[in-house]
């Protein structure tokens, strides 16, 4: 179960990339449009905008999915192995609790579009071709976040489970060396 779930999340992930660079391109190409040609591109914005959408909700199961996301590693370490296991557990279906309210109001919202034929600013591109990010990035989300506390339900540990013990990064520049 891990395995698919992890594939999947990588797979959105790898997608997050794809639109991250496609964001650099177009905003390189919109700024030389705009100050080589006189010619803005008033269309780029827009997109540009999607694909940080897109980045931010496909790349979210994948920070799920390696405890990437805000946390504090150090408290729940200090609990012993009982408490930080049931810890996990919450912290892991409040995430999949926010994911399946967010797959329920992205899908809702992804009808009504269809259902009145909302349009966006560029011609011919529908609204629900952008809004349709959401259920699918909160259902890899919920996905991920469901696989995990089976797992610490099971007894078991998902890959990437933070120890506490792990040395933190020792990064120059935050020391001001």
């Not at 912290?91 to 259902?115: D, H, K, N, R």
Request: proline letters at 6%.
């Amino acid at each position: 179960m891990q395995r698919a779930v992890g594939l999947l999340s990588r797979l959105a992930c790898g997608l997050a990339s794809i639109s991250t660079i496609v964001c650099l391109v177009l905003i390189g190409f919109s700024v030389a449009a705009r100050y080589l040609f006189h010619a803005p591109q008033p269309w780029v914005d827009k997109v540009a905008g999607w694909l940080v959408v897109a980045l931010v909700l496909l790349a979210a199961p994948e920070a799920q999915r390696r405890f990437e996301h805000i946390g504090v590693d150090v408290a729940v370490s200090r609990l012993g192995p009982r408490l930080a296991r049931a810890a996990n557990v919450v912290g892991a279906a409040s995430v999949a609790l926010v994911a399946g309210i967010l797959l329920w109001a992205g899908w809702e919202t992804v009808e009504f579009s269809l259902m009145v034929g909302m349009m966006t600013d560029i011609p011919g591109v529908p609204e629900w071709w952008v809004q349709v990010l959401l259920p699918i990035g909160a259902a890899v989300l919920l996905l991920v976040s469901v696989a995990q506390c089976l797992v610490l339900l099971a007894g078991g540990t998902p890959d990437y489970l933070p120890t506490g013990d792990e040395e933190l990064p020792r990064d120059t520049l935050a020391r001001g060396e």
